[in-house]
């Protein structure tokens, strides 16, 4: 699948533009990025990173995030659907059960490398909020990251600024 198939399948809704705002530093937000793979935990790393002014947590299992979720407020968590021992849908499903989670709606961007319908009805009915298919590239990962931000975040309308023309 080419980088274009694969932006076209984003749930982001890339077709609107919204105006950007920047975020006040007390209202930065933080992101759980959940993978087992280390470079991709590492290339989001580089592209959140590169959106400015979102902090970000990695780590590389779903039981080491939903330690972090236990302690931390977290404004959204980008996960990967296919990771072991505990799958990003069991991930999901854990998460919006609440259990000593103190923010059990945050929103969730799942990565995925499949585009079945099936697996979107699923990972809807457990909670996913935005896909991603793989190969993610930051244009997408800004559009789905504002998109999640900006419905989670009503009130403040905190969305991730534009960099101007990506390459």
Same mark, same amino acid.
């Given at each position: 699948?080419?980088?274009?198939?694969?932006?076209?399948?984003?749930d982001?809704?890339?077709?609107?533009?919204p105006?950007?705002?920047?975020?006040?530093?007390?209202?930065?937000?933080?992101?759980?990025?959940?993978?087992?793979?280390?470079?991709?935990?590492?290339?989001?790393?580089?592209?959140?990173? %590169? +959106?400015?002014? #979102? !902090?970000? &947590?990695?780590v590389?299992?779903?039981?080491?995030?939903? =330690? @972090?979720?236990?302690?931390?407020?977290?404004?959204?968590?980008?996960?990967?659907?296919?990771?072991?021992?505990?799958? %990003? +849908?069991?991930? #999901? !499903?854990? &998460?919006?059960?609440?259990?000593?989670?103190?923010?059990? =709606? @945050?929103?969730?961007?799942?990565?995925?490398?499949?585009?079945?319908?099936?697996?979107?009805?699923?990972?809807?009915?457990?909670?996913?909020?935005?896909?991603? &298919?793989?190969?993610?590239?930051?244009?997408?990962?800004?559009?789905?990251?504002?998109?999640?931000?900006?419905?989670?975040?009503?009130a403040?309308?905190?969305?991730?600024?534009?960099?101007?023309?990506?390459?």
């Amino acid at each position: 699948m080419s980088a274009s198939d694969a932006e076209s399948h984003n749930d982001a809704g890339l077709s609107q533009s919204p105006t950007p705002v920047e975020c006040a530093p007390e209202t930065d937000p933080t992101v759980l990025v959940v993978d087992d793979s280390e470079y991709m935990r590492r290339l989001l790393g580089t592209m959140l990173a %590169g +959106l400015g002014g #979102v !902090r970000r &947590v990695e780590v590389e299992d779903a039981h080491h995030a939903l =330690d @972090v979720l236990r302690r931390r407020r977290i404004d959204a968590i980008i996960t990967d659907h296919k990771m072991l021992p505990m799958d %990003g +849908l069991a991930f #999901v !499903r854990m &998460v919006r059960r609440g259990i000593d989670i103190a923010k059990p =709606d @945050v929103p969730i961007i799942m990565l995925t490398g499949y585009t079945g319908a099936e697996l979107r009805h699923e990972a809807r009915i457990a909670g996913v909020s935005s896909f991603i &298919v793989k190969p993610v590239s930051f244009k997408v990962l800004r559009a789905s990251l504002s998109y999640v931000l900006r419905r989670s975040f009503e009130a403040t309308a905190c969305i991730m600024p534009d960099p101007g023309p990506s390459s």
